[in-house]
């Protein structure tokens, strides 16, 4: 059902006589929610007259600002809204309270959620369009004190699902050693990183990197709408364990299992177990890829076990790109160069503009001009940086011997792998991004 809320032959906005020129707007549409639910919008006609625009109005400005979220946060008698773009908040306004109560309320209404009910947590969401672009709304509300509410709400743009190895930024020589370990039909591979930080993209980019016409692959894990090409999947059988599911896809002959995220101790322990009879392919929460391994030795209580059945640990985390349109070229000054481990010879780097109070003078009107492409942030967009550490025999022994995360970091350093430092630098050294960007997400705890 599409709603057309917000054009100008719109039923809801025919008995009311709005700004003209809030008619010329295009504002996002809503075209139904997720959970099938259709707002009753008569028995809450005073909260769609109180809500409605202005609730459109916000999701509007922060796709037109690419945020991937929004955040509504009441603060006493206002609310504060912040816009999460390219995983960064910037504050956006300040609401009075009552205003910021209608547009929680309508969006949850929006959105197939009560919106009366504000003392317990709500999820839902619902499809919307914007300038032809189809996008996925989330909400999630929760009360806080005093009667308010806060509201999350998350902005997927549909067209930027990036799953392909090569929007994931696999390169050759990673695509080669997952091709590589996985021919052998045995061993456990892992794609490391915390919760929603994009690791499942990850590790559905490491399955998708398996040669499907050569290798038959079962994915034994519940991806909801997403979709593996060339991959079959199997539902686990009610009671069944992990191990016995991977038991019953070995049987229909698979060589390559994709299973869900090893969050427990007996998954893990059942995933070693189970990579002796297939190669397998999960997600685990830890922050880098020598992390995950520690971690993981520590959650089994076997480290031999891991240095026995692991053989690759992929880890990503995204980082800014500097805007081509006004980023600025500087000339690095030689201590800075040696301080971050750029080579001497390093002639230009780039980073965002600045807008300077005090030589505004000297520059002239154009040049100071906000730059329409990013909206002034200085990034645009995210790429991701991608490390991995291959189980080799020094590594296989550090593991088997109980090594901890720096230890192996230090090994994995020695031996050449592209770590998150190395393909830092290079999206630096290449003026992708900025050392300040780097910098931001090194600081970052996730
Ligand atoms: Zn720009």
């Known amino acids: 059902m599409i709603f057309g809320w917000g054009r100008k032959d719109d039923d809801y906005d025919d008995d009311e006589d709005e700004d003209e020129d809030e008619d010329d707007r295009e504002y996002v549409l809503f075209q139904g929610a997720l959970n099938g639910e259709t707002p009753d919008l008569a028995a809450n006609a005073r909260l769609v007259q109180a809500g409605l625009l202005p609730a459109k109005q916000l999701v509007t400005e922060a796709l037109e600002r690419r945020a991937e979220m929004i955040r509504i946060e009441p603060k006493g008698k206002v609310a504060q809204v912040a816009f999460y773009i390219d995983g960064v908040p910037y504050p956006a306004s300040r609401l009075p309270g009552q205003m910021a109560m209608a547009i929680t309320q309508m969006l949850k209404l929006l959105c197939g959620l009560d919106p009366r009910e504000r003392s317990k947590p709500q999820s839902g969401g619902a499809n919307v369009e914007f300038t032809e672009n189809k996008y996925v709304l989330k909400v999630d509300s929760a009360p ?25 930024g696999f390169s050759e020589e990673l695509k080669a050693k997952i091709r590589e370990f996985t021919s052998q ?34 994915s034994l894990a519940d991806l909801g709408d997403r979709d593996l090409a060339h991959v079959t999947s199997m539902k686990k059988n009610e009671g069944d364990t992990l191990s016995q599911t991977i038991t019953r896809a070995k049987r229909k002959e698979a060589d390559v299992c994709y299973v869900e995220p090893l969050l427990t101790a007996e998954l893990a ?6 990579s002796k009879e297939c190669a397998l392919i999960g997600e685990f929460p830890a922050k880098d890829a020598a992390d995950a391994i ?10 031999k076990a891991v240095a026995a059945q692991l053989r690759l640990v992929c880890s990503q985390k995204l980082v800014r790109v500097l805007c081509t349109k006004c980023k600025q070229a500087y000339r690095p000054n030689p201590k800075l160069l040696a301080k971050v481990g750029l080579p001497p010879e390093t002639k230009v780097l780039y980073r965002p503009p600045r807008y300077d109070e005090e030589d505004e003078e000297d520059e002239d009107e154009e040049e100071r001009r906000v730059c329409r492409r990013c909206g002034g942030l200085g990034y645009h967009g995210r790429t991701g940086m991608l490390e991995f ?54 600081r970052s705890k996730d």
């Open 294 to 303: 520690a971690r993981f030795c520590q959650l089994v209580g076997d480290p």
């Open 389 to 442: 550490i291959e189980v080799t025999e020094p590594i296989r022994k550090a593991i088997a011997q109980g090594a901890n995360a720096n230890q192996l970091r230090e090994l994995a350093r020695n031996e050449k792998m592209q770590s998150f430092q190395s393909e830092g630098l290079r999206l630096v050294v290449d003026g992708n991004t900025s050392l300040e960007e780097l910098q931001r997400v090194f």
């Open 269 to 274: 322990k059942e995933s070693l177990e189970g």
């Open 144 to 168: 806080v004190a005093g009667g308010a509410e806060r509201l999350i709400i998350r902005a997927q743009d549909q067209k930027k699902v990036l799953e392909k190895p090569d929007d994931v």
């Open 185 to 218: 039909k045995n061993g456990l591979l892992l794609a490391a990183g915390p919760p929603n930080s994009g690791v499942t993209t990850v590790s559905i980019a490491m399955a998708r990197s398996v040669d499907a016409y050569m290798y038959s692959i079962y």
